[in-house]
């Protein structure tokens, strides 16, 4: 599924998310705080879909790809987002 807004917004975890940018980069970013990018890898995959994947802020690739880019950048924040709980650790997020 291709994203085609050049700004958008997504809720994930009771937490905002706005993608700014495009048609080949967005920036991730929750209330201000920058948390990677969203990126166009290919536009034209396997399958005729762009596939996406993601880097952190300062410019490291992140782990991720993927045609379906909500679910690229939800799983990009699961990872890299401290507001986010790991739901595998006993510590509380940074968030509480």
């Given at each position: 599924m291709?994203?085609?807004l050049t700004d958008t917004t997504i809720e994930h975890r009771g937490s905002s998310y706005a993608l700014s940018g495009g048609p080949t980069e967005w920036a991730i970013t929750?209330?201000?705080t920058p948390l990677g990018h969203l990126v166009v890898k290919s536009s034209a995959g396997e399958e005729g879909e762009p596939v996406y994947?993601?880097?952190l802020p300062d410019g490291t690739a992140g782990n991720l790809e993927g045609t379906d880019w909500e679910q690229v950048v939800r799983g990009h924040l699961n990872e890299f987002d401290p507001?986010?709980?790991?739901p595998t650790s006993d510590v509380p997020s940074a968030g509480g």
């Open positions: 291709a994203l085609e929750r209330a201000g994947t993601t880097s507001e986010i709980a790991d």
